[in-house]
């Protein structure tokens, strides 16, 4: 990732389950869209594990 976000979003109640992962420009749309991700997967209670930026993210 370059000049952008990336996060990680697991299910809180089964960890080796579901997840969601972005990259993004900016953080909110990048938690967001790991979040989204990770219930579309079929996640009951997802949240976000990890997240990193690189310069103005």
């Known amino acids: ?3 952008a976000c990336a996060a990680l979003a697991i299910d809180l109640l089964n ?8 990259v993004e ?5 990048t938690l967001n869209a790991a979040t989204r991700r990770c219930y579309e997967y079929g996640g ?3 949240v976000i594990r990890a997240w990193a930026c690189d310069a103005k993210g």
């Open 1 to 3: 990732m370059r000049r």
């Open 15 to 22: 960890p080796c389950g579901a997840h969601g992962y972005a």
């Open 25 to 29: 420009a900016k953080i909110s749309s």
């Open 44 to 46: 009951k209670e997802c």
